[in-house]
């Protein structure tokens, strides 16, 4: 007699072989080993659950292959059964970076005065702050970079930040690659993977901007900011 966890479990397998089948127009015989490997380049969700799906078709394939005309060769746990039913739920409805970190952005334009930064730094505490010249957008001014400024001033006698323009500042970033574009509907296991790049690069300082456009032409189009501080709450919802 099959047990309610061997029914579950081969129900979870199935769940994640036709997802597989159908999202990446896979043959409709495609059993579930083919398709994992099919799909591990293509999708962060099997590449990130690897290791787990590895046990998970291993077990399917003992229990569907070899089990004895009398009873199950094994009894799937319920831990196996949770872990199974997890990535289909995950590969079905995976959380999205527009939904986590949509929030308000302040923008500036190069030729905006740096007492404007200040400003907004002192009443809000934003620390990060996308730059456009005109429609394009160049760069990203932190407070790094603001700091890297004043200590290149410090030397001056006399310094007007009203006078200083933001395009004057944002050259001293410690990179000019200290950002990158993601769109909203990227995954939560997409932004990790960003940031794991980004470390194996040496690039500490990275910082995602959700964008709506590949070419964002202004602030309204930038809907979010990710850092490498989020990620703790990226790791929530793996």
């Known amino acids: 007699m099959e047990s309610t966890n061997y029914k579950e479990f081969i129900g979870h397998c ?37 290791n787990d799906l590895s046990v998970i078709r291993e077990l399917r394939n003992l229990l569907i292959h070899e089990r004895t005309k009398f009873d199950l060769i094994a009894e799937p746990s319920n831990e196996i059964v949770e872990r199974a039913q997890n990535i289909y739920k995950k590969l079905n409805n995976p959380e999205i970076a527009g939904q986590l970190f949509n929030s308000k952005v302040i923008c500036f334009d190069v030729n905006d005065s740096l007492s404007k930064v200040l400003k907004i730094i002192h009443e809000d505490n934003y620390t990060q702050f996308p730059v456009f010249d005109g429609n394009h957008l160049v760069g990203l001014l932190t407070e790094n970079g603001i700091s890297r400024w004043f200590a290149q001033m410090v030397k001056e006698d006399i310094v007007s930040i009203v006078d200083t323009k933001i395009y004057e500042v944002i050259q001293l970033e410690e990179s000019s690659k200290n950002y990158e574009l993601i769109k909203p509907s990227a995954t939560v296991y997409d932004v990790d993977d960003r940031f794991s790049n980004g470390y194996k690069k040496n690039n500490r300082t990275l910082t995602l901007l959700i964008s709506l456009s590949n070419n964002p032409t202004d602030e309204n189009q930038i809907t979010g900011i990710i850092t490498f501080a989020d990620l703790q709450l990226v790791n929530k919802h793996f």
Do not use: M, S
């Open 14 to 50: 199935n769940n994640i072989n036709n997802f597989l089948i159908e999202a990446y127009k896979l043959a409709p015989n495609t059993n579930l080993g083919a398709a994992l490997n099919e799909t591990r380049k293509k999708n962060k969700i099997i590449n990130h659950y690897w």
